[in-house]
């Protein structure tokens, strides 16, 4: 079982910036690919960012490339997503998630219970 706890949302401005942090309370954390997605009032759940494993490889939607970072520290069981130059269009739940990326756990899926982004004036 993996629990994954974000923090880090809030209210900022148009043109700021959010750092948002997920904590994993799992064995072997580097064992699984992370992800941020983010869903947005009465739209879908999105795909943001995901980084591999091993953090060597990283994926962004379109919408959030050259704004927002993801990154891991597998030492400490954490995940982040720098999110810069936030627009009004980032305004959504943001979730932390966890896939299986090897033998024994592979496919294995969690979530995070979300942290709200608001950007506005």
């Known amino acids: 079982q993996v629990q994954l706890v974000e923090s880090g949302g809030g209210l900022v401005q148009p043109g700021g910036s959010l750092r948002l942090s997920c904590a994993a309370s799992v064995f072997s954390f580097s064992s699984y690919t992370m992800s941020w997605y983010r869903q947005a009032p009465g739209k879908e759940r999105e795909l943001v960012a995901r980084i591999s494993s091993t953090g060597a490889s990283t994926t962004y939607a379109d919408s959030v490339k050259g704004r927002f970072t993801i990154s891991r520290d597998n030492a400490k069981n954490t995940m982040s997503l720098q999110m810069n130059t936030l627009k009004p269009e980032d305004t959504a739940v943001y979730y932390c998630?966890?896939?299986?990326?090897?033998?024994?756990?592979?496919?294995?899926?969690?979530w995070g219970q979300g942290t709200l982004v608001t950007v506005s004036e």
């Open positions: 998630n966890s896939k299986g990326a090897k033998s024994g756990i592979w496919g294995n899926e969690y």
